[in-house]
Every structure is written in structure tokens, then in C-alpha cells.
């Protein structure tokens, strides 16, 4: 086990997510162009890595492979070599577990982010799960499981139990909260997901609104990683609106630098978000 402070700090970025749109941020980045220009400003104030995601033109949700091969390969021309990019399989109430491996399977991105209670849930056939997330093993992408609640620990752990993730360790992100108006997460809300499950290989949260920041120093302190930017939150520490998402990559990467943790690069993201497959 590393000492304290061994493990640099990995900072994602989370430029826009699936819901809000330009009538609710003007300066959210929808399009792959600005996307990657997003991700430079983001690159330079210290996040390794970026989640991703793509919508269609009426800015809605989507996760159709094409416009996340146009996605990425902006993003990854803009960037260089030197970040990792992370597509999600998030649901949002549009598409079942059957369209997110789809996608999966169709795009073999680099890195994807997937919710334990989407990909699995108690009705899922896990025959498929299981032949998915071998898949996943044998391609070379790096899974982050998300888990939002007690019972997404429990699921999960059951899936690793199980043989159904087939490895013993994964990356994980812990939610704290969840996308609704005026959601405010609160520090004390990670606590509970800290040594919740054996199967852990390096953990990462997310949080919302104003005490963002706050929580993802908290998890830096904890030996924990952070997603952040305006999928979740767009105010400053101050309360005042950041002018983009590296305005609140450069508060965590400034807080965590006090706590003694040192920032990831992106060959570092790397080696944090592999599995122990």
C-alpha cells in the first residue's frame, strides 16, 4: 500500500454532461470544437483526464458512436498525447443497457465510465454482462464503475464476487447526491462510501453545486481522485460564476497541492484508472 501523498491527484474534468444546455450556462461546451477548446484550458490547469460527452443537435443526450469518434478525435488533436479521454454509457432515462454496450462495443474508446445500477440491474441477464465486461478486459479499455448509493456498493461487490467483472479490482467514482434542481452536496457525504468495498483499485467522487470543491478536498485529503466541472457545478468557491471549467480545475488543483498531494499527468491517469483485470 502507498504512503500518503504517494499517489498523485488525478483531476477529470466534466465539461458539460447530458442535461444543461446553453439556455442554462451560455458558456457550456456542447460542440466537439468547443469541447476542445474546453479541454486545453483544462489540460493546462492541471486535469489529466476527460469525461465526455455528446449530444445531437438539439443539444440533447446522446450516445451514438460517430458523433463520439468526431468528439474525440478533436479533443485528442487538441490535447496531444498526454490526457486520457473517458466516454460514459450514461442512461439518462433514454437508453437501457443493451444501447450502452452497443456503444461500447462500436466506439472501443480508451476509457469509459459505466453505472453499476445501468449496466446491472436486477433484471439484467449477467451471462451478457459478464461476456461485455470481458470484452472491455480483452480491447484494452479502462472501466470506471459509478456507484451512487449503499446499494450500488453491494451490487457491485456482488458482480465481483461473482466472476461477473471478471478481475479484482476497478476504479470506481462515488456520487455524492444526485442530478436534481438545487442539489447541494455535502462533504460528510463521502464518508460512508470509504472502505465500503474490498474490490476498489483507485477511487475518484463528484459532487454538486457550491461545495464542490470542498468535497472533492475532501476526497484529495482522503488519498481519493476528483471529477469535476459543469456537468455539476459552474460556481467558484466565492459563489461567483466560473468563466470556464478550468476556473474549478484550478481551485482543486491549487487545495490539493496544500494537502501534499502532487497532480497526475495524463501517463499517470493511465496507471490510476487501470484495473487489476
Not at 74 to 103: C, F, H, K, S, W
Not at 145 to 171: C, H, M, S, T, W
Not at 252 to 263: E, S
Request: charged residues 20%.
Amino acid at each position: 500500500m502507498m504512503a500518503y501523498g504517494e499517489t498523485p491527484f488525478l483531476i477529470a474534468a466534466a465539461p458539460n454532461g447530458a442535461r444543461k444546455t446553453k439556455t442554462d450556462i451560455p458558456n457550456i461546451p456542447i460542440t466537439p470544437v468547443e469541447v476542445a477548446c474546453e479541454a486545453v484550458a483544462c489540460q493546462k490547469a492541471g486535469a489529466a483526464m476527460m469525461h465526455l460527452h455528446v449530444r445531437d443537435d438539439d443539444q440533447k443526450h446522446s450516445l451514438d458512436a460517430g458523433r463520439y469518434r468526431e468528439m474525440l478525435t478533436e479533443v485528442r488533436n487538441a490535447v496531444g498525447p498526454d490526457m486520457l479521454l473517458q466516454v460514459t454509457t450514461e442512461a439518462v432515462g433514454i437508453y437501457d443497457a443493451d444501447a450502452q454496450m452497443v456503444m461500447v462495443r462500436a466506439l472501443v474508446p480508451d476509457a469509459v465510465s459505466i453505472a453499476i445500477r445501468e449496466i446491472a440491474p436486477p433484471n439484467a441477464d449477467l451471462d451478457q454482462v459478464r461476456a461485455f465486461c470481458e470484452f472491455m478486459r480483452e480491447a484494452g479499455i479502462l472501466p470506471q464503475f459509478i456507484l451512487y448509493a449503499a446499494e450500488d456498493v453491494a451490487r457491485f461487490n456482488q458482480l465481483v464476487e461473482a466472476g461477473i467483472l471478471p478481475g479484482e479490482k476497478f476504479p470506481v467514482l462515488f456520487v455524492l447526491g444526485r442530478y436534481t434542481v438545487g442539489q447541494m452536496s455535502n462533504p460528510v457525504e463521502l464518508l460512508p462510501f470509504i472502505g465500503s468495498s474490498p474490490y476498489v483499485s483507485e477511487w475518484m467522487l463528484c459532487a454538486f453545486g457550491a461545495f464542490e470543491n470542498a468535497c472533492i478536498l475532501t476526497g484529495a485529503g482522503l488519498g481519493g481522485h476528483g471529477r469535476i466541472g459543469f456537468e455539476n457545478n459552474h460556481l467558484k468557491v466565492d459563489g461567483s460564476l466560473a468563466q470556464g471549467n478550468a476556473d474549478l480545475i484550478a481551485q482543486a488543483r491549487d487545495g490539493a497541492r496544500l494537502m501534499g498531494r502532487k497532480i497526475a499527468t495524463g501517463e499517470q491517469a493511465n496507471q490510476i484508472m487501470q484495473p487489476l483485470w
